[in-house]
Every structure is written in structure tokens, then in C-alpha cells.
């Protein structure tokens, strides 16, 4: 199942972010907290790759073309809100440097089976997703919910869950022809 940049429009358009908007990709330096004096339109490619990596853990196995997928979706969707960019910067990075903490290694060097543990031991698959709560609230709010309400809302995630034709995706009427639910006959 390979996600494309047109799937990350369709799940902007779903979310009612401006496709046209972007907000600037930066490369972050290594020694500098990536927190630190954010400039309002920029997402550093640390946070980027942070995401990526968390959509590789939480998105099916066989899913494919993540990195550029949540780069695209990252780019329109940040672009039009500074706080919710800052807390998804914030969160990401306060994620790595648990992952840093725990297993020695930024989020991005972890296999998949080891960033599922993390997220899973500090509790994010069980935590109330909360901008203001603690780490594990911010990282299922700002990180995993966001990455999967892209994945879901964007033609190839929404197939997987019947949804032959998500908000925002052009189909047309040959699409609910088309369309059948689990179980159903005929």
C-alpha cells in the first residue's frame, strides 16, 4: 500500500487546511533544541523525521511512501496554526529525547518494533490525547492522532476501513457504485 503526496492533499483537504499553503522545512542543527526559538513557519526536518518514523510504527506494516506523505501533509497542515505547529514541535521532540533517554538512539535510528514499545511504555496508546496534559497526552494529540487522522482520511488509509471515497477526494458517483461494506452480499 504505498501513500503519495495526492493522498496527503486529500487528508489536508479533509482536515479543511489550505493545500495551497506550506509552511518552510528546515534542516535542524544537531546541537541546538529544536524548540528553541521556533520561527512560526518553520518545522525543522528532525521533527519531520520524528513523525515519519512514528507513522512508520502506528501505520501498516505494508504501508510505503510515509516519508513523503507526512511531509506533505506536515507542510499544508502546520502552515495555517502557529500554537498547534509548536506543540507538534514540542512533542516530537520531547519524544526523541525520551527515545534517547531509554534506547540511546533518536526515534529515527529505532526499528519499528522498538518504537512501538516506546510509545506503548510511555503510555500514548492508552493516554487522553490533551494539548496541555503530560508527555504521553501531547504525543497521542499532537504526534499519533495527527498522523493517523492523515492516514485515515486519505484514499489509500480510508480503503482500509471501507471508506471507498474520503471527505475531499474527488470519486464521483462511480465510487459509491464501486463501494461495498465487509460483509456485505451480492
Excluded at 506523505?69 to 506543540?87: C, K, M, Q
Excluded at 534517547?100 to 522498538?114: E, G, H, K, N, Q
Aim: aromatic share 6%; hydrophobic share 40%.
Amino acid at each position: 500500500m504505498d501513500l503519495s503526496r495526492r493522498d496527503a492533499l486529500a487528508a489536508l483537504a479533509a482536515t479543511g487546511a489550505v493545500a495551497g499553503g506550506s509552511v518552510l522545512l528546515a534542516n535542524d542543527d544537531a546541537e541546538d533544541d529544536p524548540t528553541d526559538d521556533v520561527p512560526e513557519d518553520v518545522v525543522g526536518d528532525d521533527t519531520v523525521a520524528t513523525l515519519a518514523a512514528v507513522g512508520a510504527a502506528v501505520y501498516p506494516e505494508a504501508t510505503t511512501g510515509i516519508e513523503s506523505f507526512v511531509e506533505t501533509y506536515v507542510s499544508g497542515r502546520l502552515s495555517d496554526d502557529p500554537a498547534h505547529r509548536r506543540g507538534v514541535v514540542e512533542a516530537t521532540a520531547e519524544l526523541d529525547a525520551t527515545a534517547r533517554d531509554w534506547f540511546d538512539a533518536p526515534v529515527t535510528d529505532l526499528d519499528r518494533s522498538t518504537r512501538d514499545r516506546l510509545l506503548r511504555e510511555l503510555g500514548v496508546d492508552v493516554a487522553d490525547p490533551n494539548p496541555d496534559g503530560n508527555l504521553s497526552d501531547r504525543v497521542r494529540f499532537y504526534v499519533v492522532n495527527e498522523l493517523l487522522y492523515a492516514f485515515y482520511a486519505s484514499p489509500t488509509g480510508g480503503r482500509l476501513v471501507g471508506v471507498e471515497n474520503p471527505v475531499g477526494y474527488p470519486g464521483g458517483t462511480e465510487s459509491y457504485r464501486r463501494a461495498r461494506m465487509e460483509g456485505e452480499d451480492g
